[in-house]
């Protein structure tokens, strides 16, 4: 889905950490936002990303 490459240099728009890739989504691993793949493309916004525990 996500190439090894471009998740490496990817990362959370708020804090700049690394994210993973957790299913269907890229997940902040500071903050625990989760940031949609829509088409194969991340959408690393912060207003798109769902909060941790919701």
Do not use: N, Q, W
């Amino acid at each position: 889905m996500i190439d090894k490459e471009l998740l490496e240099i990817l990362a959370c728009p708020l804090c700049k950490t690394p994210v993973e890739l957790v299913e269907d989504r890229l997940v902040c691993t500071h903050c625990g936002r989760r940031y949609p793949i829509r088409d194969g493309i991340p959408v690393m916004l912060i207003d798109e990303a769902e909060l941790p525990g919701s």
